[in-house]
Structures are given as C-alpha cells and as structure tokens.
C-alpha cells in the first residue's frame, strides 16, 4: 500500500470540463506567454472559475506533450504531512520517479526536511527532464507554514523543465518579490477571473437559452459582476422557473444570502426526492451510482445522478480511470445541502454507517474509517481497522494506521487485543513509546490468546530496548523462549532483540550463535522491511566487535535489498544506511558516508538508539571535515537535546562526547570543562540499565583524558583511560579499545616511558589491522603523526604497510582539517591525482555552474559538492574555484 492510497485519489483528478465551459480566450493568451515561468498564481474569490481556467489550461499543454500533475487540496490538507503525501502521489501519477516514502521527510520533524524534499524533486525532474507542470487547486488550505516554506523551496530551486501554478482564494505568502523582478511571475487576480460582459452572455447562451437578448444578459452580468457560480445559479434558477426572472438581489456574494438564495431559487422547485437525495449524499466527500445506491437505499441512485447533471446541479463529474465514474458536488453546495440535512428527521449517524461500510467492502479504509466515526458507531471503526490491518505492508503506514486507533475509545481498543497489540507495535515503530507503554499495559490485563501473550512479551522486550535496557529485554526473552510467536513479523523481532541484545552486552559468539538458531527461512528468505531490519542486527554485532570490513560486506547487502524492495527512504534501507554512514566513516570512505545519509537523518526517528547513535555519530564528524567545527557543534548538541527529550541517556552521553572533542581542537578546553562537567554528572547518575551505564562510564572516561591531555595533565589522562579500556575490554568494543590504547601511547610519550608508548601503540597499530580501521586513527592527528612515524612495523611487512598508508593519510588528513583561512600556496609534487566524481566537478565549474546546479547535474547533495571541492584546492593547492580551473588547465 503506496502512502498516495491512503488519500482519497480524486485529489489528483481536475474536474471534467463540461462541452458548455466559456473558453477564457485572453486569459489562456496571457498563460500561453508565461508557460515557461517559473510560477503562475491565480487568486479569487470562490467561484471565480480558478478550476475551470487551470483545467483549460491543462488540456492544452497536454495537448503541447508537457506533463501535468494536478492536487486538489481540502481543508484536511492543511497539515504539512497530508499535503505532502498528496504532492508526491501526484508527481508520481503523471510520471515522476519519486520514492514512496519520502512524505516521512515531513512527519518527523527534523529542520530542514523541506530543503530535503525539495531536492528529492529537484533532482527526480532534472533526470527527467520533461516539461512538468504542477497545479494545486485550493491552495488556500495549505494554512500550515510549513507548507508554503516547502513550496517557497521549490520555486526558489525550479529548474528550467518545472513551472508550478497555484489556485487560491487568499494571495499566499510566498516571498514573490525577486520572481516579479525577474519576469519569473506571472500573477491572475480575482478581478481579471470576473467573466467580462462577451463571456458572460457566450455563458448564458450556453447555460440558459441560446436566444437570450442583450439587455436580459446585461442585466444577469451587472448583477452578477461576472461570477462565474453566480452566473450558474441564475441560469439554474431561470431554468427551473420559466418566464420569471430570479431576483437574487446584490447581496448574493454573501454566504448568509446565498444560502437562501439556493434554497428560493435553486431548490425550491425541485422534486422532494430529489432534494432528498443530494441531501443525503452531500455527506460523501466523493460518489458514485454504486455509492449512493447503497446509501440512500434508492435503486434510482443511477437516475437521480443523471437528473442532477442535466439540471447543472454543482455537479463535478472527476475525471479519473477507475471502474466507477466519480462525481463530487460543489463544495459550497454541499455544505448548504449538509445544513439542512443536519436540521431534517434523517438519521446521519446511520448514514455515515452505510457509508463507511460500502468504503470498507471496496477496501478504501480511509474514508471507511471517516465515515465510521461520524457514525459514533466505533465497533464498526474496530472492525474496519481489524480488516485495515493485512494491508500494512510497510512500516511507514504504521504511523497512520496507529492514528487511526487512536480515536477509538480506551475501553472499547481494552475488548480487541489483535487491534491493540498491532497499535502498540506501531506506537513502538514510530517513537511513540508513551502511548506504546499505554497500550502494552492495557494488554497485559485483557483477555488475550496464548499467541498474543507472547506476542505482548515479546513488544514489552521490544520497548526496554529502545529504553536501553537490554539486560530486562533479554530476561523478556528468555521468558518467550522457542515457543512459536504465529507469525513472521514477530518472529523477525524475536531474532533482532535476542541478537542485539547480547551483542550489547559484548557476549558475540552466543549472539552468533543465536542469529543462526533463529534466522530461518522466516527470516532469511523473508525481503519485509521487518526482516530486513532484523537481519541487520548481525552487522551489528560485527560494528560492536570493531570487524568494519564483515559489517560492511552485510550491511551493504542489505541495504541494496532494502532500496529495491522498498524504496530508498524506507525505514529498513534508512536504518541499514546509519550503520553503513558510521562503516564507511570508519572506513574512509567520506563521499558514500555522506551520500548514504542524505535524505535520511529524518528517518532515524523511527529507529533503534543504535541506529540514530551511528548515524548522529558519523554526521557530526562528517560535518566537521566539510564545515568546521562550529556547524559539527551545532549539530551535536541539536542532537544532545534531542536524545534529552527521548530520554536516551546513552545518546546524550555520546554527543557531549562529541563536543567535548570539538571544542578541545579549537583549543578551548574551559568550554571542554563546563560539557565534561555535564557529561560526568550524567556518568554519575543511576539507570537502569547495568550496560547502559557503563557505556555512559566509558564515553565520559575516554572524552575526560582528552581534556586532561589538553590541559597537560597526563596523569589524570592515564587514569581516565584505564577506566575507558576496562569496560571497552569488558564489553568486548573492538573499536574503543584501539581508541584507548592510541591515546595511551600518546599519554605514556607525554610521561617519558618511550618503550611502554611504542607497545601501546603496536598492540593498537596491530588491531586497527585486523579490523581494518582506518579513520580511528586519522581522527587522531596530529598527537599520533609523529608517534607512528617514529614506530619501528618492519618486523611485520603487512602492518608496515598498514603503516605507511595510515601515515599518508593521516599527512592528507591534516591538511585537510586545517582552518580554511590558510593559505595554499600551490600545488605538491606528492598531491594525489583528482578522483573521478572531482574530474566531473571541475568540469562543471569551468561553465561556471553554482554549487546548487553541480548537485542537481550529478545527482549529489550540495554538501558532498563542498567537500569534494575542498579536497579538490588541497591537491591543487588553491584557494579559489578559478585558481583551480587554471591549475588543471595547466596540468592537463
């Protein structure tokens, strides 16, 4: 199930252009000569013929081979996560490759998810390079700023192939004043939509009689100053009372007015039954013969449909493939029909119920659900979400789903335990882990199978995970034991928390050993998202254990699976993509640290702690060797304060860390002081997590010997960095351990004692080998440059080679991470040649492209465009983007 069909569809169908529609001949002029704008706004009043001019417009370019989308909004769409759901769907309808699951961009709240959203389009229509025409119809219901920033985004970056019109009773508050200075705006305002006096008489003819005199027309247009729905109810009004003019008075624009208006003139004459019948389908937001069939219990359904479109009765015929011909009413009549509904004898409750269960036998849960909670009848909204739950094949539904039971009343979700247990595990999938704990406790007192028992056990293991607290979710565990959960999705789980439990704990063979006990065909042959993620877990253990290059070899599997299967900004690919950003970190592989994460940070909402640890981790320091350390600081602590609110101490602990050894290479270690003051009290305080808390002990022991070395205290450092390689050791962290013992040797060098310094760093060299890392030692610097120059390997040819590469690096490296200020004076005999992604960006900069545009034509993020531009003037030895164009030149 797409995200787009969770949407009523009819969103991306303009309305069917009636044969009678006046042809708007001097506006369609001035559209035709701003077709290759960049934006074209229409604003008016309701009524004014926004829909009809931009459905014109439509057919004519499609008649051009230009490619239109369309999204009709609603006041339901105010909400930035609905309006982005109907944009990407409708992208996607008219032909863009765009990823499913790249509306979460919206939901998770991340800053800056519009800039990320805006380039996922951006980048999708320059690969495509059609002309592409947005239109969004009502954009007056966008009332959510956050969606006019997201389309402000859109414009400001549009290529020259995406042109955006917007239909809207209200002027939006975009920033439209270096657009209208560029001739990149055309604007239509409500008085240039009023029908002049040629297209108000070419409407009544049409409309009303075809031998209508001139002076009965000037009548009908003075009085109507051109509205289009007024022109329509006068005719309506003249047709359904012949020989006697309406008297509509001047006051028809009001709403009071037109109410009665429509009741006097429009109705009055109609049929009992036929009124009775738009009344009662006034209440459906769309319908069909079918549809009304089943709700107003008329086998004349069918018949009364086609009275109501002969008689121009507001009714919008959508036009759309599907087996039903859809219709919708004008909204402004339905609403007038609703009110008088509501004020008849007719039973609206059960109306809805009708409603909700013809939707529900179609499969369109959405407006099933709607309807059954009008209804107040919310056994029918937990029988519609039981029957919902089978189509939850994603896991970014689950958010919806999880929405959706949330409006049945605790009692009554207390009485259906499946329903509920599935609510609780989408709580859990989407961070949601208050009312996940709400739920999980209700059913631990309900009523429930043997199957759901466990099923309830295994979802509490599940919630101290994320709680950080293995050791009770292993206790959990064991509890559930072998014992079969009944189906593949919690079998999936039973393996994830059993393996990554004990790889936590350091106890690596036995979570092996447990990955092969309990990854069988449910699991291993299984391509759900659920098993993809909890097939990763194994790479965790390998990440834990320090082994990057096993990790990396599983992970990059699974992440290929996941991203064809389930689209690159699924839950599985993203939580697979935090690892392997940390991996390729490690590994030195900047460029696909970087790309793997971008458009991705906003996912790892939903992800376990280790998944948003990794992913936090690897972009701070990503950022650190792109930006500088005061855009790496902000970031880390954005991050600190958000594992605050999620109550992850661990994560906190982390990114104090982090800044800890931000601030120390700026040399400010008074700052250093004041976050390890922070970060050794959160050391201090008891959780409940034996595990967690020695994790915590750790990262506070090894950032406080960095601060100490920087203080020239290596006493204190060595002490803090015993403590630092006693839980690394003990909780066997391949990775921390190689870190201690680097900054030992430094420390031990400090102290005089040469000889234990160089077993320090062997024993350390000899590890970071075996393991294969790399950027363990590379973070390091200029503290172990001269230490690892100075070690003697050539006992041992292989970490005398391990050796040599570490120091070229580490020579690269340090020049890299210099303050950008310095001058480069020119190029090095010994500079290493342009990479091929760095040939095609100075490529691009001799035709003197923006980083912006160099990102859009080679599918990048803007930031990778930096840091390959600034590796790019270290070997070039430049400063400047011309100076590097003229030494390339030079060099052939």
Known sequence: M????????????????????VMRQELMGRLFDARQKKLIVITGGAGFGKTTLMAQWRMELIKDKARVSWLSLTP??????????????????????????????????????HQAMCAAVINALD??????????????????????????????????????VLASRVAPTLLLGRLRAMGELCEIDGSELSFAFRESFSFLKNHLDASIDLDSAHSIHDLTKGWAIGLQLVSIAMKAKPGKQPQPGRQLLNSANLSAYLSEDVISDLPDGLIQFMQKISILRRFNSSLATHLTESERAPELIAVIEARNLFLLPVDMEDRYQWYRLHPMFAEFLIKRLDNSSVDVARLHLRAAQWFADEGLFTEAVRHAVLSGEFHTVVEILERAIPTLTNLNHLGVF??????????????????????????????????AREWQSILAKSQATEYQALQTKLLQAMIFEMDEDVENALVHMEEIGDAPLGHAFFECFRLGLTVGSLAVLGHYAQARSRFNTLADHLVLNNTSEVALINRSVIGVVALYEGNVLESERICSDILCEAETQHGRRSLSASSTA????EIWYELDRIDDARETLANRLDMLHFSAPEYMYCAARSFTRLQYLQEGVRCSLDYAAKKEAHFRTQGLSHGVALMLAEQVNLVLKTGDWRHGDSLQALLDDLAQKPVASPSCHSLIG??????????????HKPEEALSAIETAHEIATRLNRGVSVVKADILKAVVLDRLGDDGASRSSLMTALASGYRLGLVRTFLDEGDLLHRLLTDLDCHAVEALAQYQQQLLARLKFTMVATDKPSLPLTGPHDDTEPLTKREQEILALLEQSMSNKHIALALNISVQTVKWNLKNMFIKLGVSSRYEAIIVARKRG
């Not at 797409?2 to 529609?21: E, G, H, I, M």
């Not at 990262?699 to 960095?706: C, G, T």
């Open 578 to 581: 935090a690892l392997l950003s």
């Open 127 to 164: 690969q495509d390079g059609t002309e592409q025409y947005l239109m969004v119809d009502d954009f007056h219901h966008a009332s959510d700023p956050d969606i006019v920033m997201l389309v402000q985004a859109l414009v400001d970056a549009a290529p020259e192939n995406l042109h955006i």
């Open 698 to 711: 750790a990262a506070a022991a090894l950032s406080r010997a960095r601060l100490a070395l920087a203080k």
């Open 2 to 21: 797409k995200p787009n069909t969770l949407l009523v569809s009819t969103k991306f169908a303009p309305p069917r252009l009636s044969s009678q529609a």
């Open 76 to 113: 339901e769409d105010s909400s930035r996560t609905t309006f982005c759901i109907g944009l990407i769907g409708t992208l996607q309808k008219a032909g863009l490759v765009l990823e499913n699951d790249l509306w979460l961009l919206s939901d998770a709240g991340e800053s800056g998810w």
């Open 402 to 435: 999880m929405r959706w039971i949330q409006r049945v009343p605790t009692e009554l979700l207390s009485q259906h335990p499946r329903l509920l247990l599935m609510g609780a595990w989408s709580a859990v999938m989407v961070g949601h882990l208050d009312t």
